[in-house]
């Protein structure tokens, strides 16, 4: 089974501060992508990256980056979290274009920026 | 830019009765379509999938959804529903062409009474 793992479940952190959220597969997907979850909005794109070293804004980038230095980890980074980027942070990844598209997902990583 | 819209953000039902969450979509060509479910602080499972063949497709405990073209639709079905049922329901397609991105509704809650 594809398995996608993310560092915490539950993450506390303050205005100003750098956070960064990894996220592992173990299947070989060319595909990760990061999304935030908010009541009543759904998922939202935050990024996406098809390979190594390469990286797309999704939706709604505005104060997010991203690194992929391996094929197996993703991460997020808040340069400076903000109250507004308090959110569930959602992690998956899929095969390339050969592949259904389908997304396995990490368990989400809840941030509360105080 | 592909849409997809979920009618009614809350659905309740009682135990033993027929689930539909609704699911409908915009593309210019078939898509990829999935059902994911999210149970309470956790990520987002594959219920099913439509890629191509059969309209009629059949996923993991007891659901289905019948991809229909000429409305657009992919609407989600459960002949008799469990408690275990409870929980939030996100219909998502996928281009064929592109990135392999998905695009989501913004969910619907279930709810099951006894």
């Known amino acids: 089974d594809v398995k996608v793992t993310q560092s915490s479940r539950y993450l506390v952190k303050r205005t100003g501060e750098k956070v960064f959220l990894e996220c592992v597969q173990d299947?070989?997907?060319?595909?990760m992508f990061w999304y935030r979850q908010d009541p009543g909005l759904g998922l939202r794109l935050i990024y996406f990256?098809?390979?190594?070293?390469?990286?797309e804004k999704g939706d709604i980038p505005e104060g997010y980056s991203v690194s992929r230095e391996k094929k197996e980890r993703f991460s997020l980074i808040l340069e400076s979290a903000s109250t507004n980027q308090t959110s569930m942070y959602l992690c998956?990844?899929?095969?390339?274009?050969?592949?259904?598209?389908?997304?396995?997902f990490g368990p989400g990583t809840r941030l509360t920026v105080l | 830019a592909q849409s997809v819209t979920q009618l009614g953000s809350h659905v309740s039902v009682s135990e033993g009765a027929l689930v539909l969450l609704r699911c409908n979509y915009s593309?210019?060509?078939?898509?990829?379509l999935f059902w994911y479910v999210q149970y309470p602080n956790q990520g987002l499972q594959l219920l099913l999938k439509?890629?191509?063949?059969?309209?009629l497709v059949k996923g993991i405990n007891g659901f289905e959804a019948e991809f229909k073209k000429s409305e657009t639709s992919f609407h989600l079905t459960k002949p008799s529903a469990h408690m275990s049922d409870a929980a939030e329901y996100f219909c998502?397609?996928?281009?064929?062409?592109?990135?392999?991105?998905?695009?989501f509704g913004k969910g619907t809650m279930l709810l099951v009474s006894p």
């Open positions: 998956a990844s899929s095969l390339g274009l050969a592949g259904s598209r389908e997304q396995f």
């Open positions: 299947m070989d997907h060319e595909n």
């Open positions: 990256s098809y390979d190594v070293k390469m990286k």
């Open positions: 593309s210019s060509v078939p898509p990829y």
């Open positions: 439509y890629t191509t063949g059969a309209t």
């Open positions: 998502a397609v996928s281009d064929l062409v592109g990135y392999s991105t998905l695009t």
